[in-house]
Each structure stands twice: as structure tokens, then as C-alpha cells.
T-cell receptor, first 114, second 114 residues
Framework: GDSVTQMEGPVTLSEEAFLTINCTYT??????LFWYVQYPGEGLQLLLK?????DKGSNKGFEATYRKETTSFHLEKGSVQVSDSAVYFC?????????????FGDGTTLTVKP | KAGVTQTPRYLIKTRGQQVTLSCSPI?????VSWYQQTPGQGLQFLFE???????NKGNFPGRFSGRQFSNSRSEMNVSTLELGDSALYLC?????????????FGQGTRLTVV
């Protein structure tokens, strides 16, 4: 079945540092890929998405590129801020094989210190 | 455009009782998915409904059930509550078909079983 593997956390960075959170996936079809962010006490918010190979999703300075050859979708940001502290989830969904179901990674907790 | 609304936000129940949680999706979304989030297990898929039909089901016991109404609102029910059912229950809505399968999440219902 489908699965998502995220780099284990927690990750602690200083403000303005470069961020990478690794994500790899296994899927039988051609999934769409997503990054979600969860702030304390809140639900998940969609951060960015990519629907086909080589697509780059971007939002709020975060980027991720859909790499089919390495089955990866790593999240990057050039300069993190304290306000980026949250839990980040990589996810996939495949409307052709498993409509309506998203498969999530375990989440990576990011703490950014001033 | 209103987001996904989950009620109630917090709930305390006694072991053995049953509970019903409600989710109102974004207008126009026909798919509603439910997830259980716990510190130890991460985000676990419960089930998904599309146009009042259950399309997908996760690996949860039969005590967990759900339904969807003609206006796409959904409820999930947990009977004979156990301490281990304490979790954040998240509802997500999406269009449920085609390329735009990203899920939009509510803030969740925090269930505590004592």
C-alpha cells in the first residue's frame, strides 16, 4: 500500500538558518504530494502541493519538488523564522487508486530559536 | 468561504460511553475524511465518505463508525469508549475526485476518555 516516510525530528534551528525536511514515498499509482503544517492546538493547514513529476510547489518561502525518480518530496526553506515553529507533515493522495484517502508521514517537529 | 467546522472542540467522556462528533465540510466539497491523531501513532486514517457512501476505511475496530448526510455533513461515532480512544479527531474535506485532492482540515475535536 501507499506509505510516506519523513525524516525524524525534532529539528531545532536558529532563525535565518536553512531548512530541509526529507520526505520519501511509496505509491502504486501516480499520487499528488502535499506538505501540511500544524500549529499547536490547531488542525492541519495545506502548505504546498505538487500533482505531477518535476512540479515545484511553493508557498510562504517554502518549496518542494516532486521527484519521481527518487520518489521524494523534500521540503526546503532558505531562511526560517521563529513563526515557522510547528509540526510539518508530508502526505500523498492518489485519486485513481485510493480516492479520498490521504496517507501521512509521522510529522517532523520544527523549533526555530531567535 | 467558510472552512471545515468540527463540533464540539473538546469532549470528556467516561470509559464505556459512546460519543458522536460532527463535521461540516467546505461548501461544494463532497468528500469527508476522518483521522485520529495521537502522540504515539501519528495521523491514522479512519474512513472517508463521498456522496453519502463510504469509499475507504482504515484499520479501526467496528466501534468506530461514521455516516454522511445528503448535505455532505458527516458524523463519526465511537461506541464503548476505551481510554486509548483519547485523541484529537480531525475531519478533512475535499472535492474528492480529479487532480485537486488536497484535504482541508478542521481544527479537530479533542476527546478525552477518563
Amino acid at each position: 500500500g501507499d506509505s510516506v516516510t519523513q525524516m525524524e525530528g525534532p529539528v531545532t534551528l536558529s532563525e535565518e538558518a536553512f531548512l530541509t525536511i526529507n520526505c520519501t514515498y511509496t505509491a502504486t499509482g501516480y499520487p499528488s504530494l502535499f506538505w501540511y503544517v500544524q500549529y499547536p492546538g490547531e488542525g492541519l493547514q495545506l502548505l504546498l502541493k505538487a500533482t505531477k513529476a518535476d512540479d515545484k510547489g511553493s508557498n510562504k518561502g517554502f518549496e518542494a519538488t516532486y521527484r519521481k525518480e527518487t520518489t521524494s518530496f523534500h521540503l526546503e526553506k532558505g531562511s526560517v523564522q521563529v513563526s515557522d515553529s510547528a509540526v510539518y507533515f508530508c502526505a500523498l493522495s492518489d485519486p485513481n487508486t485510493n480516492a479520498g484517502k490521504s496517507t501521512f508521514g509521522d510529522g517532523t517537529t520544527l523549533t526555530v530559536k531567535p | 468561504k467558510a472552512g471545515v467546522t468540527q463540533t464540539p472542540r473538546y469532549l470528556i467522556k467516561t470509559r464505556g460511553q459512546q460519543v458522536t462528533l460532527s463535521c461540516s465540510p467546505i461548501s461544494g466539497h463532497r468528500s469527508v475524511s476522518w483521522y485520529q491523531q495521537t502522540p504515539g501513532q501519528g495521523l491514522q486514517f479512519l474512513f472517508e465518505y463521498f456522496s453519502e457512501t463510504q469509499r475507504n476505511k482504515g484499520n479501526f475496530p467496528g466501534r468506530f463508525s461514521g455516516r454522511q448526510f445528503s448535505n455532505s455533513r458527516s458524523e463519526m461515532n465511537v461506541s464503548t469508549l476505551e481510554l486509548g480512544d483519547s485523541a484529537l479527531y480531525l475531519c478533512a474535506s475535499s472535492r474528492g475526485q480529479g487532480a485537486n485532492t488536497e484535504a482541508f482540515f478542521g481544527q479537530g475535536t479533542r476527546l478525552t476518555v477518563v
